[in-house]
């Protein structure tokens, strides 16, 4: 079982907008519609944001949106506010056997 | 408004049996998988297992074998058990709902030490 990879840390600018990565293989995000975002803020638990690639998660602003492309699955945060700040991971179904893995998370810096 | 709350042992010597249990509120537990989730130190997320309502389970292939998920109906809850802890299994420890497509509820976290 191999986890997904993320970029240890990006950074944007208030207002700005910035693309978190996520790379598995064919064998799970690759083949997987089941790929999700979630926000962790420090001291509290992971908080889903993006479900099945490109959906919302109910409450989620509008300034979330993700996408999958072969292999990698992307994480974009448009009009950065500084509550943005956050790690952020991906998470993928990998088949039967092992289902979820998950990225090794993405510190999210709004400058 | 559905939540998870979770307790247990947060001190652990080598070698002992980690045992946490997770409680539902507000909802039920049919039509959905009951997962534990641990973060490293390194904050590193890694899927421990599920249980679903009829105690079906499904387990990390790397935990398996030290692994035991139960569920109570009666009383909300879940329960996690994991064998033979050792210093590599110091984590804090979530429990999660997951409504299919993804975990959408998780519990507030247990930090659990392993040391003598």
């Given amino acids: 079982q191999s986890a997904l ?28 519609n089941l790929v999700s975002w979630y926000q962790q803020h420090p001291g509290k638990a992971p908080k ?4 099945e690639g490109n959906k919302r998660h109910s409450g989620i602003s509008h300034r979330f949106s ?40 993405t510190m999210l810096t709004v400058l | 408004q559905v939540q998870l ?9 080598p070698s002992e049996t980690l045992s946490l249990t997770c409680a539902l509120y507000g909802g039920s537990f049919s039509g959905y998988y009951w997962s534990w989730i641990r973060q490293s130190p390194g904050k590193r ?17 790397s935990l398996k074998s030290r692994v035991t998920m139960s569920i109570d109906s009666s009383k909300n809850q879940f329960s996690l058990k994991l064998r033979s802890m050792t210093a590599a299994d110091a984590a804090v420890y979530y429990c999660a709902r997951r409504a299919v497509r993804a975990f959408d509820i998780w519990g507030q976290g247990t930090m659990v030490t392993v040391s003598s």
């Fill in chain 1, 66 to 105: 993700g996408s999958k492309s072969g292999n990698t699955a992307s994480l974009t945060i448009s009009g950065l506010q500084t509550e943005d700040e956050a790690v952020y991971y991906c998470c993928s179904f990998a088949g039967f056997g092992s289902p979820w893995v998950f990225g090794g998370g």
């Fill in chain 2, 45 to 61: 997320l890694e899927w421990i297992g599920e249980i679903n309502h009829d105690e079906g389970t499904d387990y990390n292939p």
């Fill in chain 1, 48 to 51: 889903l944001i993006i479900y």
């Fill in chain 1, 5 to 32: 990879t993320q970029p240890a840390s990006v950074s944007g600018s208030l207002g700005q907008s910035i693309t978190i990565s996520c790379t598995g293989s064919s064998s799970d995000l690759g083949n997987s």
């Fill in chain 2, 5 to 13: 709350q979770q307790w247990g042992a947060g001190l652990l010597k």
